[in-house]
Nanobody, 124 residues
């Protein structure tokens, strides 16, 4: 059974940094697409970034240049390094995965597995 467990959320002042982690277990596939989504109160869930098996990444314009997605294959852990945080980055962040695909898309329906989420709060 696939499990994704996030950690690393918290409260930070604007301009600060946080690193989110997501430990992924229960899969044996050598191909994957893993990503981060976020949802702020009263807003739609928003794609943030993804990473493909070959290491290619992509991220949303709203976080480009500030957030970096990466994966440590030895630890089966997905990361989201967030820098220069803004109050509008406040949301519940969740890691999501498609552990059969060798490519990624930004639509959430593409990701059948996801974690419980971790809260990120950025104060001004």
């Amino acid at each position: 059974q696939v499990q994704l467990v996030e950690s690393g959320g918290g409260s930070v002042q604007a301009g600060g940094s946080l690193r989110l982690s997501c430990v992924v277990s229960g899969y044996t596939s050598s191909r994957y697409c893993m990503g981060w989504f976020r949802q702020a109160p009263g807003k739609e869930r928003e794609w943030v970034a993804y990473i493909v098996t070959d290491g290619r990444t992509n991220d949303a314009d709203s976080v480009k240049g500030r957030f970096t997605i990466s994966k440590d294959n030895a630890k089966n852990t997905l990361y989201l390094q967030m820098s220069r945080l803004k109050p509008e980055d406040t949301a519940v962040y969740s890691c999501e995965a498609n552990l059969r695909a060798g490519f990624c898309v930004t639509g959430r329906s593409f990701y059948p597995d996801w974690g419980q989420g971790t809260q990120v709060t950025v104060s001004s």
